[in-house]
């Protein structure tokens, strides 16, 4: 599976953005998927996962009420939509797909380990 993250940029604080993931590849619904960040001296984090149909999400306390990870299959491209931005959200972005029918497809772990195919990142800036 290739991953290839878009839509960073420099936002100022309040703002929002919106980051995709196309995969090419095997099928796009056996994998989950998440979103992580590694701001600059700290560790990466998870973001946001969602499981093969959307039906289950999950969010670091962080981000919760401002962003909101979704998946379109038809498009094999996994969302970030991130509302209400402020500075400390300033990073790079990875996507992320865990191993085929893993069992990250169907829960969504938020443990970077289970992820087994990444991008190549995409900057986020939030400026104050």
């Known amino acids: 599976v290739q991953l290839q993250a878009s839509g960073g940029g420099l936002v100022q604080a309040g703002g929002s953005l919106r980051l995709s993931c196309a995969a090419s590849?095997?099928?796009?619904?056996?994998?989950?998927m998440g979103w992580f960040r590694q701001a600059p001296e700290k560790e990466r984090e998870c973001v946001a996962t969602?499981?093969?149909?959307?039906?289950?999400?999950r969010y670091a306390d962080s981000v919760k009420g401002r962003f909101t990870i979704f998946r379109d299959n038809a498009k094999s491209t996994v969302y970030l939509e991130m509302n209400s931005l402020k500075p400390e959200d300033t990073a790079v972005y990875y996507c992320?797909?865990?191993?085929?029918?893993?069992?990250?497809?169907?829960?969504?772990?938020?443990?970077?380990?289970?992820?087994?195919?990444w991008g190549q990142g995409t900057q986020v800036t939030v400026s104050s």
């Open positions: 590849g095997r099928t796009f619904s056996s994998y989950g």
């Open positions: 969602v499981n093969w149909n959307g039906g289950i999400t």
């Open positions: 992320a797909a865990s191993g085929a029918y893993s069992r990250s497809t169907y829960v969504a772990m938020t443990d970077a380990n289970d992820y087994v195919y």
